[in-house]
Structures are given as C-alpha cells and as structure tokens.
C-alpha cells in the first residue's frame, strides 16, 4: 500500500505513529514505513524516461523486497504489543460519501499533490544538471563494483533527497560510470533516510 504513495521519509513518521496507534501490527507500520519514502507513483513515472525500463522495474521489486525483509525481521525479533488501541473522539471524522471522497482525491492529486512533488523534480533536475560536469571529471567507473555500492548506500543516507528527486541524480550518477547497482543503493537509502 505505501509505494505508490508519495510521502517522504520525514512525512511518513506521523502516518506511522497514526497507524500503530490505530492498532496496525508493528511489523505491518515498518514495512508501510520503509517502503512508502522508496517510490512513489510520480517516481515510477519519472524514473521510466531517466531510468529504463529494467531499472525502474528493478527499483520497485527492491523498495518491495526491503520493506518485507525488515517488517518480517522486526515481526520475528520484536516484542509483541499487548496494548488496546482505542480512538480519540477527537479523530473521529464524520463519514464522507464516495462523491465527496473522490472530489477530495481528484483535489488532491491535480493540485496539492503537483504542488507538493513539482519543485522536488526541478531540485533534483537542476542539482543534476550541475554535478554533472563535475562528475565529468571523475572516473567514477574506476572504483570497483562492491564499493560503488556501499559508498553510493552511504551517500545516499545523510542526503535529504524525495524519492523523485533521487531519479535525476541517479540518472547522472549511471551515465558517469557508476554501477546499476550502486545507483539502486542510493535509490533505496536516500529516500527512505535523512538526518532530518
């Protein structure tokens, strides 16, 4: 449910706390909060013409498989909670019909969505853009495979990056000589992690 959702790592916190309190298993809220920061669908879509194809492909079964992996790590090794989850009257919201649900939705995703993920594009367009004449200069291709990928993991992880502005950085880092794998590991940690 969370990858097609564009939430970034920071947005997603309170969604997750909002989901434990509601009484989502713990392991369940993980995985939604791992895998929602990953991708999105405006990074599928942006991802398809800067990627490819087997990239973009790979970029989503990854953000899947990780999200699995540690909700069932954290669902294996973590105390189970005993606690009843009892809503507040105050986020009690009166029904909506699906009328006023789908206008809400269509709201949302022509206007406050466009807002929201547009200027995030343009960043990781125009810091793209200028890095690459520097990465011009480096043989980025020199550095053998495994450390690209640990290295472009750990850049990836104090980096405040959206996952669509990840994809043009991306981008630029796989046309200047770095690994499919490297740029999937900095795809992966960007996003989901930032120091913020």
């Known amino acids: 449910v969370g990858i097609p959702l564009p939430l970034c790592s920071c947005s997603i916190v309170p969604v997750y706390h909002s989901l434990v309190k509601k009484g989502v298993p713990q392991s369940a ?3 939604f909060l791992i895998a929602t920061p990953e991708l999105g669908i405006d990074a599928i879509l942006i991802s398809l013409p800067l990627l490819g194809g087997e990239m973009t492909i790979a970029r989503l079964i990854c953000a899947a498989l990780l999200a699995v992996i540690v909700a069932l790590v954290v669902s294996k090794y973590s105390r189970k909670d005993t ?3 009892v809503a507040e009257d105050s986020e009690l919201a009166p029904a ?6 789908f206008k809400s939705g ?3 995703s022509t206007n406050d969505l466009l807002d929201h993920i547009a200027p995030w594009i343009l960043v990781g367009m125009l810091v793209a853009a200028l890095i690459h004449p520097i990465l011009g200069d480096l043989d980025l291709a020199a550095i053998p495979g495994e450390l690209q990928v640990v290295l472009f993991a750990a850049l990836g992880i104090p980096v405040y990056v959206c996952a669509s502005s990840a994809t043009p950085l991306v981008a630029v880092f ?3 000589g770095i690994s499919p794998g490297a740029g999937l590991a900095f795809l992966l940690s960007g996003p989901a992690t930032n120091i913020s």
Request: no cysteine; aromatic share 12%.
């Open 106 to 108: 269509m709201r949302y």
């Open 174 to 176: 796989l046309v200047n």
């Open 96 to 101: 909506q019909s699906f009328g006023e649900k």
């Open 83 to 85: 606690h009843s989850v």
């Open 29 to 31: 809220a993980i995985a």
